[in-house]
């Protein structure tokens, strides 16, 4: 299973942003729950947001819950994460990961990672 995260890049505070997380190869991408993770400077990996393969079910972490909105186009092999109202403190690395699990499934038990894309978010 191969992920690519894409999207990121700089905007000031209350801006907007769109990731996606694209499978190639044979990755059948609706097969799996996707979260999105975000590693700031100097500190751990941590979730943002999930949904489950259908869609059907999301979950958010609590300081990106009513800005961020995880979606996904199974007939297009693709995830999304689409970011308002950002802050400083969004600023990361961002990952997309799959799971066969729920959306609330562990951070350890994501099987599949993507490489990062940075989000930076100026004040």
């Known amino acids: 299973v191969q992920l690519q995260a894409s999207g990121g890049g700089s905007v000031q505070a209350g801006g907007s942003l769109r990731l996606s997380c694209a499978a190639s190869?044979?990755?059948?991408?609706?097969?799996?729950?996707v979260g999105w993770f975000r590693q700031a400077p100097g500190k751990e990996r941590e979730f943002a947001a999930a949904?489950?393969?259908?869609?059907?079910?999301?979950y958010y972490t609590d300081s990106v819950k009513g800005r961020f909105t995880v979606s996904r186009e199974n007939a297009k092999n693709a995830a999304y994460l689409q970011m308002n109202n950002l802050r400083p403190e969004d600023t990361a690395v961002y990952y997309c990961?799959?799971?066969?699990?729920?959306?609330?499934?562990?951070?350890?038990?994501?099987?599949?990672w993507g490489q990062g894309t940075l989000v930076t978010v100026s004040s």
């Open positions: 949904t489950s393969w259908n869609g059907a079910s999301t």
């Open positions: 990961a799959a799971t066969w699990g729920t959306p609330e499934t562990p951070m350890e038990r994501y099987r599949y």
């Open positions: 190869g044979r990755t059948n991408l609706g097969a799996f729950t």
